[in-house]
Nanobody, 124 residues
Framework: VQLQASGGGLVQAGGSLRLACVVS????????MGWFRRAPGLEREFVAS????????YHEDSVKGRFTISRDDIKNTLYLQMNSLKPEDTAVYYC??????????????????WGQGTQVTVSS
C-alpha cells in the first residue's frame, strides 16, 4: 500500500484546509485509515481515524467539531476537512492505513502503512 498526502499549506487562523490522501497498491476499502500529526519538537499525535467500512469515525478531543475525517472508496481517497484552524494545529500531517484493524484506531502501532506527510501552517 502506498499513500500520497496533499492539501497542506499556509492559512490564517480561522481558515480552512482539506487534506487528501490517495491510496494505491490496493483498494482503500480494504483498510482502516487515519490521520496523525507531528508539531516541531513534539511527539506524533493522533488526529482522527475511520473504520474500514467507513461507518465509524473517531476524532481526538482537541479537533472535535472542527475537523472531519471521511473517505471516498470509489476515488481511493481519504480526506481530512479542517475548519476553524488554530496556530496550535501547525504540524506535519500524516495519513496512515491499517490492515491490522477494521475499526477506528488511535495508536501509531495500529497502522502499518504511512504516507510522506504534508505541512500545515496556521498563522495568528
Amino acid at each position: 500500500v502506498q499513500l500520497q498526502a496533499s492539501g497542506g499549506g499556509l492559512v490564517q487562523a480561522g481558515g480552512s484546509l482539506r487534506l487528501a490522501c490517495v491510496v494505491s497498491g490496493r483498494t482503500s476499502s480494504s483498510v482502516a485509515m487515519g490521520w496523525f500529526r507531528r508539531a516541531p519538537g513534539l511527539e506524533r499525535e493522533f488526529v482522527a481515524s475511520i473504520s474500514r467500512s467507513g461507518a465509524g469515525t473517531y476524532h481526538e478531543d482537541s479537533v472535535k467539531g472542527r475537523f472531519t475525517i471521511s473517505r471516498d472508496d470509489i476515488k481511493n481517497t481519504l480526506y481530512l476537512q479542517m475548519n476553524s484552524l488554530k496556530p496550535e494545529d501547525t504540524a506535519v500531517y500524516y495519513c496512515a492505513a491499517s490492515d491490522i484493524i477494521d475499526l477506528c484506531g488511535s495508536l501509531p502501532t495500529q497502522f502499518n502503512y504511512w504516507g510522506q506527510g504534508t505541512q500545515v501552517t496556521v498563522s495568528s
